[in-house]
Nanobody, 120 residues
């Protein structure tokens, strides 16, 4: 079993910054892709950013130049540095890991989410 624990959400004024982290624990052989998604009230969950085990990154157009994703492979942790935050960034942010365990390849795991609120 693999568990993901997120931290770092909160309330910030527009133009401010937040840093999210998500750490995985459990029986993990490797983590292929780490990512962040978000879901705003009344909207579908959307991709924010992903990072592969080799360090390749992908960002949603709406966050390019403002958000940075990074990972610590030794700690099975992913970070999301969010700068120049806007009210439209308000959402519950979820981490997602694609994990290989001793028994399965490419299993998807989700964190429970952390709320980020940006006030205008």
């Amino acid at each position: 079993q693999v568990q993901l624990v997120e931290s770092g959400g909160g309330l910030v004024q527009a133009g401010g910054s937040l840093r999210l982290s998500c750490a995985a624990s459990g029986s993990i052989f490797s983590i292929n892709v780490m990512g962040w998604y978000r879901q705003a009230p009344g909207k579908q969950r959307e991709l924010v950013a992903t990072i592969t085990s080799g360090g390749s990154t992908n960002y949603a157009d709406s966050v390019k130049g403002r958000f940075t994703i990074s990972r610590d492979n030794a700690e099975n942790t992913v970070y999301l540095h969010m700068n120049s935050l806007k009210p439209e960034d308000t959402a519950v942010y979820y981490c997602n890991f694609v994990v290989t365990t001793p028994h399965y390849v490419g299993m998807n795991y989700w964190g429970k989410g952390t709320l980020c609120t940006v006030s205008s």
